[in-house]
């Protein structure tokens, strides 16, 4: 006869995200207008906050360091701060360089993306990447990331220094 187990994992799961996880609802339609479908991209396609936003202690996303990059992420390995911020984040780029970065994985600076990001633009698994995405939408990405508050958050590791971020 099998052991019967307590169901304690799936419980303490289910309490995390009632207390800790985002409460967020998608749209029931995809939205048209350029900045909405970059937000609705960005937040419920691409899911870029959970590499590019710091974790609490509880390991929830900290809205207050929306998109800032994190020393820890996937894998423990550094994620660079991708707001608009000048010194240490993309402010410096146009919508032009961060779609190219989508498209190519090669930054203003000639440099290219590693790790999972290359991975989420080449595709992982045989499923397309943002370098199969349309160009329209990956623009919408880019001009939303140009709106979102600038977060001064300097990711050493992740090589967040000027135009050398996002990736």
Request: proline share 8%; aromatic share 6%; net charge negative.
């Amino acid at each position: 006869m099998a052991k019967a187990s307590l169901p304690a994992p799936r419980l303490s799961f289910w309490a995390w995200r009632v207390l800790f996880a985002g409460h967020t609802t998608p749209p029931e339609k995809a939205p048209t207008e350029l900045l909405a479908r970059g937000r609705y991209l960005t937040d419920h396609v691409s899911i870029c906050g959970d590499c590019h936003t710091p974790r609490t202690r509880f390991g929830a996303l900290d809205a207050s360091m929306y998109l800032a990059g994190t020393e820890q992420g996937p894998g423990g390995k550094p994620v660079p701060n991708i707001t608009p911020d000048e010194k240490t984040g993309i402010g410096s780029w146009g919508v032009d360089d961060i779609t190219s970065l989508l498209q190519m994985g090669m930054k203003p600076d000639f440099d290219n993306v590693q790790g999972a990001m290359a991975e989420v633009i080449d595709g992982i698994a045989g499923g397309p990447g943002y370098g199969k995405a349309r160009e329209g939408d990956l623009k919408a990405i880019a001009e939303y990331l140009k709106t979102i508050p600038p977060i001064a958050h300097e990711v050493d590791g992740g090589k967040t220094k000027g135009k050398e971020s996002a990736g």
